[in-house]
């Protein structure tokens, strides 16, 4: 039967642990400290600053649990050097939604790889606003939080709490937080060190409550050695109330908090009976335990006792939760512990540690288990074990505790498998040349690993390569390890490999992203879905938006209702967790608005490209870059506004350069640039931009209608009808249907300056035909064929109520059009213009104003490009509306 540790019996404040001080509090009456705490926690924000043992924590606990206390309180304590800001704002969350009562219809906050501190803050802000009776926050051990970021974060919270919200910080030293406004307005409250002293009359209740004799010179006595410290003060009571002679105890000994601590700590450790001693010493080496990992540290069972009667007797052990399972120790008793251990177990520290770091592997607490290792000396296993779960501790949202943790190795044991660590710590910080060099490393250890480290290796490694090459845009340079990386996820080798699931995931996420992107690889939709699918079986919601996300951009060329369902799930899971405005639902945003403006749309398409907006607000990678100026450029140029969408696609061409090696979608919006050029009445500049144009962009089927728009506008329908050619007859390659549906729309404005009418009306229908499944309106906007589709008799379509919505979009577009505010005319018309400006409003083709005029073909059409470029327009309706607006027409025909 095990020994009963020796200290008296105390209670719990609402299943959190009383601390050496809440005792304190508890046997003394120090009304007056609540008082001051209710008097500052009256300013928007109030700081507690005081040494370790002053008595924070407890006066904290104790202004929470006192009767009738009215607050909400939404209560923190900092994790021990934590060293990521994300970690701490999921937990202020969760505790603000936990006082504001409002957890039952959200989804638990989660951690992300990408974390976004400023959508974070304004959450948190959102939740306080929008609590009825006012949160109260409180923040204990705030010294912990090592993150500049994370301080900076709450800076920026601090000064922005709404009215019914305040905040209570508590720390061991003075933090630059940048409060400087709240201090100015009167708004800052602080309490120190001298505040929270005991003086001779609280030292003299401390003592007669906890049953010790002492005479009034000797309290005083104390009260002065200790300084009215409180940790010192309640340790001497319990020494006290055990000690044959108290006035000589107090006489002996003196020195600063830390002497007093440790020969006051000393002497209650050596009254504890040997099991309780030994349970101390070896599960010191921890920052916390509980029953089952202090029975592997003892070697045998029977701590949970223990621990529960070390609380109970309230003095250095400290339950962490509710249900009194973790335990700490104070950190001043923690530090004399450790001191001792190494003194009397020296040869068994390094096994301590290798015991603890395989529970915390077995309970998944990898990063606890790898500090362990670390502490063992085993530098080897400690990489292996980094390495193996650098996937998960980065979906973790734990980057900056991997980096401390690379830190922690000493120069010469930095082992190969750490390049991998490096690598994935680099890719998430958009250092890519770094994490370039670093997987240069690891593939060549890879290549000398033992086979059961080989496979798992290399699929690591490949799956970084192709996020890096996401990253880049370099999708062609990792075709060959996106072959290797589909083999071995999904062929029968998985048992042997031996994936971690979270490292499956989000390899099966980054080979449906390449080869999605690089559109010669199948099986980008599958993987995308297994991807999906296995995040929702691992619990990792972050990688299941992210797969739903990519594969509602896969569905891109599927018909549009698949699309916007794909899209709009990715959208609406993101929402729920909180992400729908981070960088990992772009790709659904971006799609959601490209489908909508291709559907005529335009303003709900404007509202999911506003959203997208945001959410590129940081670093996504060229691609989707890429994509969000070149749907911003097709819904400007929908809406008739030709000059501004020139600006969106140029700003594409930004991120288009940055693509590396050529890509159907960079393709695709030379080719729209190039036409709204032309749109815009520049086909000068449009026929410049094509000759720079490589060879292999240029036979893409998009630059090759984009080719026949500006021979259209260069009056040569014949060359335009050759340019499309290749697309209508499928030998060009094209990334979608819309392509060919254009090529149609221009090879009957073709045949319409040819004057084959005939033919114009078959090509239109062809068009048609081609939209009617999805009902797509937006090439048709794109292509300038109101005049087509105006001619074709309603009688000879098939598709009547189609061509009337068309035509309803593109004369709201030209309606549009008109309602921006144009500049008259950059130069006087001449009079050839004038004359050829008069048969404009007619039926004439050019071929029949040339006929009229006695000049030839070439002459109309060089002055119709002039008259085009002088009034600002793109196509003949908006020329003559123009010239009607400015009165040129009758001038024209005076």
Known sequence: MMATPTLGVGRRYQGRPLSVARATLRLVDRGDLLAALDRAAAK?????????????????????????????????????????????WLALLSAVRDASGTTSGAEPPAATPEFNGQAMVDRV???????????????????????????????RLLSGLPPNAHAVLATRRDLRLGLHQLRLAGELAEIRAAELRFTERETRELLEASGVALSEAGAALLQQRTEGWAAGLRLAAISLAAHPDPERFVAAFSGSDHMVAEYLLAEMLDRQPADVQDLLLRTSVLDRVNSQLADVLTGRPGSERILLELEDANAFVVSTDPGRTWFRYHHLFADLLRLELRRRLPEEVPELHRRAAQWFTQHGEVAEAIRHIQAAGDWPGAARLLADHSF?????????????????????ADHPELALVRATVDIAQGHLDDAAAHLTVAEAHA?????????????????????????RGNFASVVEQARFLASPLTGPSDEDIALGSDLRAVALMNLG??????????????HLREGAVLARQIGRPYLEVACLAQLGFASKFRPVAITRRRCREAIALADRHGWGADPIVAPALVTLAANLTLTGEFDEADR???????????????????????????????????REALEEFRAAERPRAQLEGSHALANQAAGWMLATQVRAGLPGEARAGL????????????????????????????????????????????????????????????????????????????ALTLAEQDRLLLPFVMTGSAELLESLPRHGTAHAALLADILDLVHSSSLAAEDQSAPPPTEELSPGELRVLRYLPTNLTRSE???????????????????????????????????RELRLLAAARS
């Open 44 to 88: 928007k924000v109030t700081i507690i600053s005081a040494p370790a043992g002053s008595g924070k924590t407890s006066l904290l606990r104790a202004w929470a649990d006192r009767p009738g206390q009215p607050r909400r309180l939404a209560v923190v304590q900092v994790q021990r050097d934590q060293q990521d800001a994300q970690q701490f």
């Open 125 to 155: 802000l959102a939740e306080l606003a929008d609590a009825r009776d006012g949160i109260t926050l409180v923040v204990d051990d705030l010294h912990e939080l090592n993150s500049p970021e994370a301080l900076a974060q709450l800076t």
């Open 392 to 412: 998960s501790l980065m979906l973790d949202g734990q980057a900056q505790t991997m980096q401390a943790l690379l830190r922690a190795f000493p120069p010469g």
């Open 447 to 471: 290549g000398t690993a033992p086979p059961d480290r080989r496979r798992r290796l290399q699929t690591a490694i490949a799956a970084l390569n192709l996020s890096l090459a996401g990253r």
């Open 513 to 526: 992203i390449v080869e999605e992107w690089s559109q010669g690889l199948p099986d980008g939709e599958r």
């Open 608 to 642: 999911w490209l506003q959203r997208t907006t945001q959410a590129l607000e940081t670093d996504t990678g060229p691609g989707i870059r890429l994509i969000a100026h070149t749907v911003g450029g097709l819904l400007l140029a929908g809406r008739g506004r030709h």
């Open 691 to 766: 000759a720079a144009l490589d060879e292999e962009e240029a036979r893409s089927g998009e630059v090759c209608n984009a080719d026949a728009m500006i021979c259209l506008a260069e009056g040569e329908p014949a060359a335009a009808l050759s340019a499309v050619a290749s697309v209508l007859d499928g030998t060009a390659p094209v990334i979608g249907y819309t392509t060919v549906m254009e090529a149609h729309l221009l090879a009957g404005l073709a045949y319409r300056q040819l004057g084959d009418q005939r033919a114009a009306n078959r090509a239109a229908e062809h």
């Open 849 to 883: 104003i040339a006929g009229e005029l006695s000049v030839s073909v070439y002459t109309v059409s060089t002055q119709i490009r002039s008259i085009y470029a002088k009034l600002g327009v793109a196509d003949r309706s908006a020329a003559v509306r123009r010239a």
